[in-house]
Nanobody
């Protein structure tokens, strides 16, 4: 099991930027894909972005493609989500997750083995 702790959320105006961080501990961080999901009030948790175990491959939801960038620092056990050109519809609790296996292509919550506690991102119009 891996323990995940997110940070970096907050309140930002539309068009602004935020960078979320996720610190991992426990099982070998570099062996697993990492991801970000988000959940708005009254909605299901939705996929945002994922990065494979080496950092060489990324995949994004269409709604954030071109605006968000996921990255990881394996020696430091950190994963990041750089969010630019933020919109009010990006408002949600953002969750960091670790894939269940090394080669799983994370697209849904069923592919995630561990979750952080979440960090709130609020974008005002």
């Amino acid at each position: 099991q891996v323990q995940l702790v997110e940070s970096g959320g907050g309140l930002v105006q539309a068009g602004g930027s935020l960078r979320l961080s996720c610190a991992a501990s426990g099982r070998t961080f570099s062996n697993y894909p990492m991801c970000w999901f988000r959940q708005a009030p009254g909605k299901e948790r939705e996929f945002v972005a994922t990065i494979n175990w080496s950092g060489g491959s990324t995949y994004y939801a269409d709604s954030v493609k071109g605006r968000f960038t996921i990255s990881r620092d394996n020696p430091k056990n950190l994963v990041y989500l750089q969010m630019n050109s933020l919109k009010p519809e990006d408002t949600a609790v953002y969750y960091c997750g670790a894939g269940k296996t090394r080669y799983v292509q994370v697209r849904t919550t069923q592919h995630v083995g561990s979750w952080g506690q979440g960090t709130q991102v609020t974008v005002s119009s």
